[in-house]
């Protein structure tokens, strides 16, 4: 079964650091481009952060701040997250970019809740 | 950047009527790269149109996508009970590198 499965989430300060992980299985995990998205509490979709073999691209809310990663070898995304501010506050999603030319995320995982509070 | 805009927020309908949903691109978006999600309260996302009108694997018959350069629509023919949800468009653009969402648009029951 092809599955994505966030871990790290967690109550931190203002200021302070995070790191997210995504589990995947089910494929061949380095044949894949991958993202993080977020969502806010009772808000919309975020596009975080997109990572290929190549290449990576932020949201300009996180650039400077995040830092996004794989280990092929181990079939995991990271991202890394310092200095956080109360706005980061929200689940957190890997999503798998399909295969081909297309651009869109057709595995998602089950997302990891990061809130950012004193 | 382009920024999309979803329309309307709410819908309200009942099951078995069509629904008709408008996603509106502030520039001209390949059709290959607009996507349409369902998401469920408490639930991950799911991809239900890619390339503008390719349903995914999985999805329905009743769910289709159309539209090009800056108007994009998703249509649910018969609205089934599990079809009350949110919907997000989404579109990956060069300049600057990435990917937008829509704000949502809410199918509820009327």
């Known amino acids: 079964e092809v599955q994505l499965v966030e871990s790290g989430g967690g109550l931190v300060q203002p200021g302070g650091s995070l790191r997210l992980s995504c589990a995947a299985s089910g494929f061949t995990f380095s044949a894949y481009s991958m993202n993080w998205v977020r969502q806010a509490p009772g808000k919309g979709l975020e596009w975080v952060s997109y990572i290929s073999s190549s290449t990576i691209y932020y949201a300009d809310s996180v650039k400077g701040r995040f830092t996004i990663s794989r280990d092929n070898a181990e079939n995991s995304l990271f991202l890394q997250m310092d200095s956080l501010r109360a706005e980061d506050t929200a689940v957190y999603y890997c999503?798998?970019?399909?295969?081909?030319?297309?651009?869109?995320?057709?595995?998602w995982g089950q997302g990891t809740m990061v809130t950012v509070s004193s | 950047e382009i920024v999309l805009t979803q329309s309307p927020g709410t819908l309200s309908l009942s099951p078995g009527e069509r629904a008709t949903l408008s996603c509106r691109a502030s520039?001209?978006?390949?059709?290959?790269?607009l996507a349409w999600y369902q998401q469920k309260p408490g639930q991950a996302p799911r991809l239900l149109i890619f390339?503008?009108?390719s349903r995914a694997t999985g999805i329905p018959d009743r769910f289709s996508g159309s539209g090009s350069g800056t108007d994009f629509t998703l249509t649910i023919s018969r609205l089934e009970p599990e079809d009350f949800a949110v919907y997000y468009c989404?579109?990956?653009?060069?300049?600057?590198?990435?990917?937008?969402f829509g704000p949502g648009t809410k199918v509820d029951i009327k």
């Open positions: 989404q579109q990956y653009g060069s300049s600057p590198p990435g990917f937008t």
């Open positions: 520039q001209s978006v390949s059709s290959s790269y």
């Open positions: 999503a798998r970019r399909m295969s081909g030319s297309y651009k869109s995320f057709d595995i």
């Open positions: 390339g503008a009108s």
